[in-house]
């Protein structure tokens, strides 16, 4: 694939292209990245959690401070542990993967975001029986793509406005910036750069940097793109809140705004499932549930009664069939209390 760098002033003072895929940061552009940026020391990768809402959450953590880091001071290699505890963790425990997205709190956006996109490209990498090393691409592009863009991003999580002149700026140079940065940490591989790239193109040819249309962009790049969709709709901002998962579902599979790729939309309703893991419903005798896990029964998940404790309740048999989906989103302060569902 070859783009070409926008003809932008904007761009151009940040990013210097060097080939196809190639694009580095602008010496003076980084040197005043280096100068802002917190001498925070390199974050160390926790140890692996009990359980998987625990596990998501110390990722989280861990990625934050990385995302703060000077252009000198990121390596690729605590983005690739990152990666394989992303992967391990939604490969082990798929039901918890799918909970962390519903109901870990957060407080970095971008760290946040970039965490549970991986996890979901993870579990949709699997679902559509990707090779490994389209999965790993995968999964740090996920990780990587608002590297570009931190301060701002976390800014427009509080920000109900329409986008400033210098945002849009940005947001539209971040993807650009995000591939330097990670070029920059030592990450060559041509895959991870044509997703970093492109993940905000569409195929109407309305996306950005390079306005791809159609067959233009990678397949991955859409899925990458689609996911993106999907974790922002998930996710609260500081003036809404998150938007529960069928409705959010629902909202990407009838792509109002932009053509998503149907096929995209359709495995996304599978992995999370009619009623998702971490969401909670109605049973026929009246208590509710939280859903701890799939079954090959679509509509009948196992399910637990947060009062009674962890033990799973099987939805098909007679008095326990869930009655509907219960629109309930519990707060931080009960957070330790939804843990002990997904032993990891």
Not at 88 to 117: E, K, M, S
Request: glycine share 4%; proline share 9%.
């Amino acid at each position: 694939m070859k783009l070409e760098l926008p003809d932008f002033i904007f761009i151009r003072n940040r990013v210097v292209q060097y080939g196809d895929l190639d694009f580095r940061l602008d010496p003076r552009f980084q040197e005043s990245l280096a100068a802002t940026a917190p001498q925070s020391p390199l974050p160390v990768i926790p140890p692996v959690a009990p359980h998987a809402l625990v596990e998501a959450i110390s990722l989280v953590q861990y990625f934050a401070p990385y995302t703060q880091l000077a252009p000198g001071q990121l390596s690729a290699e605590p983005l690739q542990l990152l990666a394989g505890r992303v992967i391990d963790l939604a490969t082990r425990c798929p039901d918890g993967a799918i909970a962390a997205i519903l109901l870990c709190p957060w407080q970095d956006y971008v760290a946040h975001h970039a965490i549970n996109t991986a996890l979901l490209a993870c579990r949709m990498a699997i679902a559509l029986g990707l090779p490994e090393p389209e999965q790993t691409a995968l999964v740090l592009a996920a990780l990587g793509m608002n590297l570009g863009a931190v301060a701002l991003q976390n800014e427009l999580a509080s920000q109900n406005a329409p986008l400033s002149t210098g945002q849009r700026q940005l947001i539209n140079a971040h993807p650009l910036i995000s591939s330097a940065l990670l070029r920059a940490a030592g990450l060559e591989d041509e895959r991870l750069h044509t997703l970093v790239l492109t993940h905000h193109e569409r195929r109407d040819g309305r996306g950005y940097p390079f306005h791809l249309r159609e067959d233009e962009i990678d397949p991955l790049a859409h899925l990458l793109h689609v996911l993106d969709i999907v974790i922002a709709k998930l996710m609260p901002r500081s003036y809404r809140s998150r938007l529960p998962a069928r409705q959010a579902l629902a909202q990407v599979y009838a792509a109002p705004k932009e053509p998503l790729d149907p096929q995209y939309a359709a495995q996304l309703v599978k992995v999370f499932g009619i009623y998702p893991s971490g969401s909670f419903v109605k049973l026929e005798d009246g208590q509710t549930a939280l859903v701890v896990s799939q079954t090959d029964a679509a509509d009948k998940p196992m399910v637990a009664v947060p009062a009674i404790g962890p033990t799973p309740v099987d939805t098909s048999t007679t008095g326990r069939l869930i009655q509907e989906s219960v629109a309930s989103q519990p707060s931080a302060r009960h957070f330790a209390t939804l843990v002990p569902f997904w032993p990891f």
